[in-house]
């Protein structure tokens, strides 16, 4: 059995990671951590990491928490040897490799901006498509309670993106053409990819990707309609973790 501690166990992705490992056969929630959380049925909940990890034995955390507090969330696990499995967006790759190197020794740190099969491959095709349009841009749609923008998606696929495409430049009005009183408009550069967010009720979480090149476009697009779409990959990582040393950054990693 893999014991399993669940930061954030009380909001929208830990609720549904609770259910997701107290379903599966080869892994169980021994406790949770929620600083505004109460007891739930069958595991305590503690306000902290510290206080969770002195109390209960843990072999993987999982966190889905906030920007704000992953990276102190971390910093308790991994130097106690607790494998991470970290959806919790906002961190830098710097950020990640520094806790990463704090890590005790046979320990990992697996960040995965994105847990769900379909994102994966929609960055993987937008990996194969970026040599051959020289224009590209990232329009993302989340729901209004989320806290960090450009989604930790979309900050990958523009890194990918940036990674993989031709030396041709970009001949694409960029935020020279923003008229005054509308700066923005253009989106906000990631690696030299404009990226847009839209936040509105109505979405889980959704994302475009729009190539151009000389008459024609072509438009990769995901969306997840349920929170559910992301456990198989969470459950993955969580398989997948004890097995790994140091950071892993991508779902595809543990992906056949
Ligand atoms: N990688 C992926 O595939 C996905 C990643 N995400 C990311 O996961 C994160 C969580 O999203 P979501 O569930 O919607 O957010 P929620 O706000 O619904 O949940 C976050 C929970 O964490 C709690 N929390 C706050 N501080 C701490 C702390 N120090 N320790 C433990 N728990 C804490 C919050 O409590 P309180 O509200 O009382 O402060 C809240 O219950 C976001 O960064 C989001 O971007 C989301 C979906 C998929
Ligand atoms: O906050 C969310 O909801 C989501 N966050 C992740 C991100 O920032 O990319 C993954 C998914 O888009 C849902």
Same mark, same amino acid.
């Given at each position: 059995?893999?014991?399993?501690?669940?930061?954030?166990?009380?909001?929208?992705?830990?609720?549904?990671?609770?259910?997701?490992?107290?379903?599966?056969?080869?892994?169980?929630?021994?406790?949770?951590?929620?600083?505004?959380?109460?007891?739930?049925?069958?595991?305590?909940? &503690?306000?902290?990491?510290?206080?969770?990890?002195?109390?209960?034995?843990?072999?993987?955390?999982?966190?889905?928490?906030?920007?704000?507090?992953?990276?102190?969330?971390?910093?308790?696990?991994?130097?106690?040897?607790?494998?991470?499995?970290?959806?919790?967006?906002?961190? %830098?790759?710097?950020?990640?490799?520094?806790?990463?190197?704090?890590?005790?020794?046979?320990?990992?740190?697996? !960040?995965?901006?994105?847990?769900?099969?379909?994102?994966?491959?929609?960055?993987? &095709?937008?990996?194969?498509?970026?040599? !051959? &349009?020289?224009?590209?841009?990232?329009?993302?749609?989340?729901?209004?309670?989320?806290?960090?923008?450009?989604?930790?998606?979309?900050?990958?696929?523009?890194?990918?993106?940036?990674?993989?495409?031709?030396?041709?430049?970009?001949?694409?009005?960029?935020?020279?053409?923003?008229?005054?009183?509308?700066?923005?408009?253009?989106?906000?550069?990631?690696?030299?990819?404009?990226?847009?967010?839209?936040? %509105?009720?109505?979405?889980?979480?959704?994302?475009?990707?729009?190539?151009? %090149?000389?008459?024609?476009?072509?438009?990769?697009?995901?969306? %997840?309609?349920?929170?559910?779409? !992301?456990?198989?990959?969470?459950?993955?990582?969580?398989?997948?973790?004890?097995?790994?040393?140091?950071?892993?950054?991508?779902?595809?990693?543990?992906?056949?």
């Amino acid at each position: 059995m893999i014991n399993v501690a669940v930061a954030g166990c009380g909001g929208r992705m830990g609720t549904a990671v609770v259910d997701a490992v107290s379903a599966a056969d080869d892994m169980a929630v021994v406790c949770g951590i929620d600083p505004h959380g109460s007891a739930c049925a069958g595991f305590p909940v &503690f306000a902290t990491v510290a206080e969770a990890l002195d109390a209960v034995d843990a072999d993987v955390l999982v966190d889905f928490t906030q920007p704000a507090v992953v990276a102190g969330n971390l910093a308790e696990a991994l130097p106690r040897g607790v494998d991470c499995v970290v959806g919790t967006t906002g961190l %830098s790759t710097e950020t990640l490799e520094a806790l990463a190197s704090d890590a005790a020794a046979g320990t990992a740190l697996f !960040y995965a901006p994105n847990f769900t099969t379909g994102a994966v491959l929609m960055m993987e &095709f937008a990996k194969a498509a970026a040599p !051959y &349009f020289p224009e590209a841009e990232v329009i993302e749609f989340h729901h209004c309670n989320k806290k960090d923008a450009p989604s930790g998606t979309a900050v990958r696929t523009a890194q990918l993106i940036a990674e993989a495409r031709s030396p041709r430049v970009s001949e694409a009005p960029s935020r020279e053409t923003e008229i005054p009183g509308a700066e923005g408009a253009r989106g906000a550069l990631v690696d030299g990819v404009p990226v847009h967010a839209v936040r %509105s009720m109505g979405y889980v979480a959704s994302q475009e990707v729009i190539f151009g %090149s000389l008459g024609q476009t072509l438009t990769l697009r995901h969306d %997840s309609w349920d929170r559910t779409s !992301y456990m198989p990959g969470v459950l993955l990582g969580i398989r997948s973790v004890g097995e790994r040393e140091g950071l892993i950054v991508g779902l595809e990693t543990f992906m056949d």
